[in-house]
């Protein structure tokens, strides 16, 4: 970087546009490096003042000034700023610090999967680029091994999202788990599926070494008129419980519960659950894949039933199941542009975000997921979408908000 630098009357001299210069461009370079690129090193051009082909003597170019009458040599403000970057080994250099902020927006591209009981919507409602008439289910934000999302664009693409958890903790901020600790996908039941039970992190310890347990929530997206779920049982106690699984009494055992479009329902461990088919549904959960399968309507895949997990269901379910009232949040009366709580529990908060026109807040949390539900509009003046998802990370600060769009949203707790 050449300037025309010049010795101050403090006998100094003075170059803060090349110190500008350099820490932009070695704040690049370490975070390439970071990022993977093959850097072996840097050579910094130039350390003494010099001749140059096309300018001569009329510009400076080095880290040192030199009287080129004398040959007296005066080490520039850049050259003490140079030594403390080679001697915290890049540390000092302000683009590291500016990483901490992580103003950029981390947008998902979601994984798909194939099943008995799936549709066309996430293709057809949500357009994603997916091809079958069987997607059940796109898993918008996952570091699960069976479905690991990969980073769309920015400084991040390509990186999946274990990757960027186990590399960039501070996006995350700096939460001490062995994984990302959520998992959001969006679900298109054209048929009903299984009846099933999630175990407790307590069963599973001792159960399914070194799995999570399995609390999970739905927000319904849409559904039919009259729709239900499978919430909950009828069982008054454990030996009913067992008398009805073993029985096949499955018209006894079955609790349905009336639902409708933006009904919020958690499901904790041990809570007997099943979408009904017709329903499109948003599921944020713990990041595990750990089910019991209860029954499954005698249906067959391949000529064979599905395999039930009886035994260790009637050891997990909860007997009397909560009331019905107690299981459905309804969410009509939600505020519009905030940031809504509808729920929280040890593992997660779940807001709404229902925006029309402006909304702002502050990103607290360690990291806010958030899935576009419907509409579209600006965060921070980025465009958002339906069917996006995406990740606010550690110190993104303001989030400024425009347009008419849906978005359920979810934090993890830090105290665990
Ligand atoms: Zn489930």
């Known amino acids: 970087m050449s300037c025309h630098d010049m010795i101050s009357t403090d006998g100094k001299v003075h170059d803060p546009n090349r110190i500008d210069f350099l820490d932009a461009y070695l704040s690049r370079l370490s975070r390439v490096f970071e990022e993977g690129v093959d850097v072996r090193g840097y050579f910094l051009w130039t350390f003494l003042d010099n001749f140059e082909w096309e300018k001569g003597y009329n510009e400076r170019f080095g880290l040192v000034y030199v009287d080129f009458a004398t040959g007296k040599r005066i080490p520039k403000d850049s050259a003490y700023w140079y030594q403390n970057v080679m001697e915290t080994n890049g540390g000092s250099l ?78 995350f901020g700096n939460l001490e788990r062995d994984r990302f600790p959520l998992l959001i996908k969006m679900i298109d039941a054209k048929d009903d599926l299984s009846i099933q039970v999630h175990p407790d992190d307590a069963y599973v310890s001792v159960h399914e070494n070194g799995s999570l347990g399995k609390t999970e929530c739905w927000y319904i997206v849409d559904c039919p008129k009259d729709a239900s779920l499978v919430i909950g049982h009828n069982a008054k106690d454990k030996e009913q419980l067992a008398e009805m699984i073993e029985g096949g009494r499955w018209s006894e055992f079955i609790r349905e519960v009336p639902v409708k479009k933006g009904d919020f329902i958690q499901i904790d461990p041990g809570t007997v659950h099943a979408i009904k088919g017709g329903m499109m549904i948003l599921e944020t959960q713990q990041n ?14 391949d000529g064979k039933p599905r395999e039930l997990h009886v035994e260790k269901s009637i050891d997990v379910i909860n007997v009397p199941a909560k009331s019905v009232e107690n299981s459905v949040i309804h969410t009509e009366n939600v505020d519009k542009s905030m940031l809504y709580p509808l729920y929280s529990c040890e593992f997660y908060q779940v807001f709404e975000l229902d925006l029309e026109g402006k909304a702002s807040f502050e990103q607290k949390y360690p990291f806010l997921l958030m899935s576009v539900l419907e509409g579209d509009g600006l965060l921070n003046g980025q465009l958002v979408k339906k069917g996006d998802h995406l990740i606010l990370p550690d110190g993104f600060g303001q989030v400024e908000l425009q347009g008419k769009w849906k978005a359920i949203c979810s934090c993890c707790h830090t105290n665990i």
């Open 94 to 171: 302000s683009g590291i610090e500016n990483n901490k902020e992580n103003h950029e927006i981390l947008f998902l591209n979601p994984v798909f999967t194939h099943n008995i009981w799936g549709g066309s919507r996430l293709k057809g409602d949500f357009h994603y680029p997916v091809t079958g008439d069987d997607i059940g289910e796109c898993w918008g934000v996952s570091a699960h091994p069976n479905g690991d999302c990969i980073l769309r664009e920015g400084a991040f693409a390509g990186r999946k999202l274990s990757q960027l958890w186990n590399e960039e903790p501070e996006l």
């Open 288 to 301: 595990s894949d750990i089910t019991y399968q209860v029954y499954d309507y005698d249906r067959l895949t």
